[in-house]
């Protein structure tokens, strides 16, 4: 059974602090991909990694794919409140239709 | 567009009622997706239809019952439900066959069961 752990598992912040949210396995995904998750709504696709050592950027995010496409992290610059969510990393093996969702970090980033 | 829409957007239901969720895409993808979600937990896989076959169930009781009636749209209909299965039903879609499943959800359907 492929699992993914994220830390911290809750983490509360003020404005214009930074911040990275981790995301770790023992298996090798082929591609794995971070949601944000407001209350009430559905994930919201944010990136997609795919090659091990990958960073991408998305404004003031960055996002990074292990070497060896096992584990990831997210770090966030300058938090604001819309920051705030559920973030899920979530790994893809394969051409599997499943994704395997992490344990989920809940952002609160208060003014 | 790379929206997918689910109806009704909340519903109470008894426990004696049937009811049914739906989830709509046009955005070609073959492969859709019913999930569970607890409050303040990830989603939970329940269904995958694949090329509007049925692909994985993961051991969901039969009082969950999916159908794919073309490759646009998802139903999930719903009978004799227990208050345990109050949550957030999510409905998403991806292009299938690629190894990287980018899966785009709907906003969820807020199930309350009385």
């Known amino acids: 059974t492929q699992l993914l752990e994220q830390s911290p598992q809750f983490l509360s912040i003020q404005e214009g602090e930074n911040l990275t949210v981790y995301c770790n396995s023992s298996?090798?995904?082929?591609?794995l991909q971070w949601y944000r998750q407001e209350p009430g709504e559905g994930p919201v696709l944010l990136v997609t990694?795919?090659?091990?050592?990958e960073v991408k950027k998305l404004k003031r995010l960055t996002f990074q794919f292990g070497d060896a496409r096992k584990d990831s992290s997210l770090h966030i610059t300058a938090a604001q409140p819309g920051d705030t969510g559920l973030y899920l990393c979530?790994?893809?093996?394969?051409?599997?239709?499943?994704?395997?969702f992490g344990t989920g970090t809940r952002l609160q980033v208060t003014l | 567009d790379t929206e997918v829409t689910q109806t009704p957007k909340h519903l109470v239901m008894g426990m004696t009622n049937k009811k049914s969720l739906k989830c709509e895409q046009h955005m070609g993808h073959r492969a859709m997706y019913w999930y569970k979600q607890k409050a303040k937990k990830p989603p939970e896989l329940m269904f995958v239809y694949s090329y509007e076959k049925l692909s994985i169930n993961e051991s969901v009781p039969s009082r969950f019952s999916p159908e794919c009636p073309n490759s646009s749209l998802l139903n999930l209909h719903l009978h004799a439900l227990q208050p345990e299965d109050s949550a957030l039903y999510l409905c998403?879609?991806?292009?299938?066959?690629?190894?990287?499943?980018?899966?785009?959800f709907g906003p969820g359907t807020r199930l309350t069961v009385t």
């Open positions: 998403a879609s991806s292009q299938e066959g690629y190894t990287v499943n980018e899966q785009y």
């Open positions: 979530a790994g893809a093996s394969g051409t599997a239709s499943k994704l395997t």
């Open positions: 298996s090798v995904f082929s591609s």
């Open positions: 990694v795919v090659t091990g050592g």
